[in-house]
């Protein structure tokens, strides 16, 4: 099975502030990542596909990358909407895996 | 508008079955992979199961493995999850979803004596 390790678990940072989440997976997974942000009580909204292209309608302060098998969304400058709980799934292989979430919250 | 809307949970004792139900609109259904997610209370997120756009190929993890049955029919425009033999660990919201892109409001499922 691959393994997602998300980090950091938890952050908090304040508006404005340049905000990076990263997810290692455990082999090569190419493109097949997305990143989901999740609010208290409600579905994960899609934010980044294909590890690195906007989902419709979300802000492009939102940014995701790919360096090898590490991936990481960056919030380029945070604003107070942006408080949840940030997701990474990989779909290249069965079973499919979630990173362990990182809980972001505004200082 | 992609609307999924979820339905069936509720509260059930150890070894019981349940179905949920995901009725969708607002794309072709029938042209969608259809996927199932779950969150049990206060942890993360966890895929339960997929099936392809035809309904002939289906997918699941271990830890519902011969339990769990996905299915979909699209001349309802509806996605089912039949869960078998539930144990207390399953207890979770239970999401539907199409192409990862869009999932549904979620339904409850609890599992308890």
């Known amino acids: 099975d691959i393994q997602l390790t998300q980090s950091p678990a938890s952050l908090s940072a304040s508006p404005d502030e340049i905000v990076t989440i990263t997810c290692q997976a455990s082999?090569?997974?190419?493109?097949?990542l997305l990143w989901y942000q999740q609010k208290p009580g409600k579905s994960p909204q899609l934010l980044i596909y294909?590890?690195?292209i906007l989902a419709d309608g979300v802000p492009s302060r939102f940014s995701g990358s790919r360096s090898g098998t590490q991936y990481s969304l960056k919030i380029s400058r945070l604003q107070v909407e942006d408080i949840g709980t940030y997701y990474c799934?990989?779909?290249?292989?069965?079973?499919?895996?979630f990173g362990s979430g990182t809980k972001l919250e505004i200082k | 508008e992609v609307q999924l809307v979820e339905s069936g949970g509720g509260l059930v004792q150890p070894g019981s079955p349940l179905k949920l139900s995901c009725a969708a609109s607002g794309f072709t259904f029938s042209s969608n992979w259809l996927n199932w997610i779950r969150q049990a209370p206060g942890k993360g997120l966890e895929w339960v199961a997929s099936?392809?756009?035809?309904?002939?190929?289906?997918y699941y993890p271990d830890t519902v493995k011969g339990r769990f049955v996905v299915s979909k029919d699209n001349a309802k425009n509806t996605g089912y999850l039949q869960m078998n033999n539930l144990r207390s660990e399953d207890t979770a919201m239970y999401y539907c979803?199409?192409?990862?892109?869009?999932w549904g409001q979620g339904t409850l499922v609890t599992v308890s004596s």
């Open positions: 979803g199409i192409t990862f892109a869009y």
């Open positions: 099936i392809n756009p035809d309904g002939s190929s289906t």
């Open positions: 799934l990989q779909v290249s292989s069965s079973p499919l895996t």
């Open positions: 294909s590890a690195t």
């Open positions: 082999q090569d997974i190419g493109s097949s």
